[in-house]
């Protein structure tokens, strides 16, 4: 009998947090968009990896212009030397950057 008057009013206590809970929730939208909220993850990465690349795009031009000046140095080099002294292994056709 005496655990009723301590249980009584500690489930009654719980019950007015759970909806003061609940009651907070809504009131900063957190039920707002329920559809979506699991595909904003997502989404968040696509554009960050979007905004990597374009940043990645906007620095190659620079890093394929020296990658140019230095293949003239190596098309100089080898226009100047004798045509039949370089053997095609030797010159890379797909050079890395």
């Known amino acids: 009998m005496l655990s009723i008057?301590?249980?009584i009013p500690l489930s009654l206590m719980l019950f007015v947090v759970?909806?003061?809970a609940v009651r907070y929730a809504v009131k900063s939208n957190q039920f707002e968009d329920l559809d979506n909220a699991s595909q904003r993850i997502i989404l968040?990465?696509?554009?960050e990896r979007r905004q990597t690349i374009?940043?990645?795009?906007?620095?190659e031009p620079l890093q394929q212009d020296t990658h140019t000046a230095a293949t003239d140095k190596v098309d100089?080099?080898?226009n100047n030397a004798d045509i039949e002294s370089v053997h095609p292994s030797d010159?890379?056709?797909n050079?890395?950057?």
Do not use: V, Y
């Open 76 to 78: 100089d080099k080898i």
């Open 44 to 47: 968040d990465d696509r554009q």
């Open 54 to 59: 374009q940043a990645h795009e906007r620095t």
């Open 95 to 97: 050079p890395k950057k």
């Open 91 to 93: 010159i890379d056709s």
């Open 5 to 7: 008057f301590l249980l």
């Open 18 to 20: 759970a909806i003061w």
